[in-house]
């Protein structure tokens, strides 16, 4: 009951941590997989380990939007960022939705474009949100705000496991390891390369790049990014059509939406208890759990819940990734800490990262 709603990608890669590479990714979530994509169309040969399998983490747990933009609405970014920057990351997450489908070959990933709805909770958010509308549109951005939903057109939803297993195929034979659980970094000024350890192996890597999301800071503890859980549900197929869009509402806190199948999923909720929704412990809880239900009934949903899950994700303190190189480690790059929002940003993040390298 407390696995994802999710499938595992079908395939495995079992393997160990070589001993060397040209570039060591870790982490086999979005990123990873993103990272072993750009870095194929650079020509450099890079292995990607991953401690258990594709997808294990937030990349398999999430919901499965890939919406514009940050947590916050487009007004609030504005203020926080600057409009010219606010832009600027909004075109990116839209380049990200194209790119990222279009790099998958059109395998089946359940990919629909059909828009997404910003649903406002009280007047607060009604205010915000019709100042987003009136500055997105000036923007460029073609949205429709009517006094109660913000709808972007160009926002989508995915299987998310299935878009990370359908980069995964693309890989080199061998890329991909699973099973390998990287258990230290050393890196040095007056060597070149990285040593990276994993259970007795050790791999000298010419350049590491940390796609660990919320499970960097175990690796590195000075990199600023906070594990956060969300918590999800999902019932049975509904016959009713329940939900058109996918749906955020309270300032990002809640969402939900109806695969075509009719199952409908429910997440978010952590703003009734941020004090528990810190750290590494992905157990559901019974109080968030219930208010997940509590809402899938109050839409009219009567099917039976089915699966009720969490994952982790990384927050950092501006809202947005952390991209480059790491502070004091020669030869070790970071792509990671999405606030929440990993499939609309990392396939980008990720090319940004390679660009560097």
């Not at 009713?240 to 300032?251: K, N, V, W």
């Amino acid at each position: 009951m407390t696995t994802p709603f999710w499938p595992r990608p079908p395939e495995r890669y079992p393997g160990r941590l070589p001993e060397k590479a040209d570039v060591l990714v870790i982490g086999g979530g979005i990123t990873g997989v993103s990272l072993l994509h750009h870095l194929a169309q650079r020509g450099l040969d890079a292995v990607l380990v991953e401690r258990s399998h594709l997808a294990s983490g937030a990349s398999g747990r999430n919901a499965g939007f890939l919406l514009a933009g940050v947590a916050n609405c487009y007004a609030q970014a504005a203020r926080q960022y600057g409009r010219a920057r606010a832009h600027d990351i909004w075109a990116m997450t839209v380049e990200n939705h194209a790119e990222e489908i279009g790099a998958i070959g059109g395998q089946e990933v359940g990919h629909r474009q059909l828009g997404s709805i910003t649903l406002a909770s009280g007047a607060g958010e009604v205010d915000q949100l019709a100042e987003s509308a009136e500055l997105m549109r000036e923007d460029g951005f073609s949205v429709t705000w009517d006094g109660q939903a913000l709808f972007n057109p160009v926002d989508g939803e995915v299987i998310p496991s299935l878009l990370v297993g359908a980069f995964a195929r693309q890989a080199a034979a061998g890329a991909i390891r699973e099973g390998v659980d990287v258990t230290g970094i050393e890196s040095s000024a007056r060597a070149s390369d990285v040593i990276v350890t994993s259970n007795g192996d050790e791999c000298r890597a010419g350049c590491v790049i940390l796609a660990t999301n919320a499970y960097t800071p175990q690796l590195v503890p000075a990199i600023p990014i906070t594990p956060t859980r969300a918590q999800m549900l999902a019932s049975q197929p509904e016959r009713a059509r329940l939900c058109d869009f996918p749906t955020y509402s309270h300032f990002g806190y809640r969402y939900w939406r109806q695969m075509p199948t009719g199952e409908m999923l429910v997440g978010g909720w952590r703003d009734t208890s941020f004090e528990t929704e810190v750290g590494y412990d992905e157990r559901p809880t019974p109080a968030i759990q219930t208010r997940l239900e509590n809402h899938l009934r109050k839409m009219g949903a009567d099917g039976e819940v089915t699966h009720r899950w969490a994952g982790t994700m990384g927050f950092t303190e501006s809202g947005l990734p952390i991209v480059g190189p790491v502070d004091g480690m020669k030869n070790v790059y970071v792509c990671a800490g999405y606030n929440g929002h990993g499939m609309g940003f990392a396939f980008m993040s990720a090319k940004q990262l390679v660009g560097m390298l």
